[in-house]
Antibody
Framework: EVQLVESGGGLVQPGGSLRLSCVASGFTFNTYWMHWVRQAPGKGLVWVSRISSDGTSTSYADSVKGRFTISRDNAKNTVYLQMNSLRAEDTAVYYC?????????????WGQGTLVTVSS | DIQMTQSPSSLSASVGDRVTITCRAS??????LNWYQQKPGKAPTLLIF???SLRSGVPSRFSGSGSGTYFTLTISSLQTEDFATYYCQQSTTTLYTFGQGTKLEIK
């Protein structure tokens, strides 16, 4: 059974930093791309970032480029999202999801999400 | 970036109705188009991938079609559990994008 457990969310002041983690199990982690998707309260889904299976290739939405960094530790089956210079508009539930990279880029599995609140 | 535009943004319908939601891409995405359902307080769930392939376990009343820039999600006979928000998502470029969502409500 695929499981994705996100953690690291919380309340942070504008300009602050947080590091989110997503621990994966139930699939061969080191063969999958991993993505982060977020959802602001009452709003729609927004793709944030992805990282290749070996960690050498990354992509970011324009809204987070230069502030967020995605990384992974295949030995720990974990993907991270380092979020710096946080803004109120980064307030959202953050989900991680795996992507096999050879299909249609669909997100078959999602975690429960971790809530990030940026507020003073 | 490729923009995805869903219509309508909201829709009221009754149990048993046939409904169609549309998703348009700002440029051709072939069939790299996926559909999700999301209920309040829950993570999204995948319904359709590759524009028309039904995910295993998803009821056959759901169907998807389209290619290029125009796509549809159809629910042939609405059930109570189908009232939710639906999103399309493209994955043809390195920057994935979602549509803004369509909220399906009970009439």
């Amino acid at each position: 059974e695929v499981q994705l457990v996100e953690s690291g969310g919380g309340l942070v002041q504008p300009g602050g930093s947080l590091r989110l983690s997503c621990v994966a199990s139930g699939f061969t982690f080191n063969t999958y791309w991993m993505h982060w998707v977020r959802q602001a309260p009452g709003k729609g889904l927004v793709w944030v970032s992805r990282i290749s299976s070996d960690g050498t290739s990354t992509s970011y939405a324009d809204s987070v480029k230069g502030r967020f960094t995605i990384s992974r530790d295949n030995a720990k089956n974990t993907v991270y999202l380092q979020m710096n210079s946080l803004r109120a508009e980064d307030t959202a539930v953050y989900y991680c999801s795996p992507d096999p990279g050879y299909s249609y880029g669909q997100f078959d599995y999602w975690g429960q999400g971790t809530l990030v609140t940026v507020s003073s | 970036d490729i923009q995805m535009t869903q219509s309508p943004s909201s829709l009221s319908a009754s149990v048993g109705d046939r409904v169609t939601i549309t998703c348009r891409a700002s440029q051709s995405i072939n069939t790299y188009l996926n559909w999700y359902q999301q209920k309040p307080g829950k993570a999204p769930t995948l319904l359709i991938f590759g524009a028309s392939s039904l995910r295993s376990g998803v009821p056959s009343r759901f169907s998807g079609s389209g290619s290029g820039t125009y796509f549809t999600l159809t629910i042939s006979s609405l059930q109570t559990e189908d009232f939710a928000t639906y999103y399309c998502q493209q994955s043809t470029t390195t920057l994935y994008t979602f549509g803004q969502g369509t909220k399906l409500e009970i009439k």
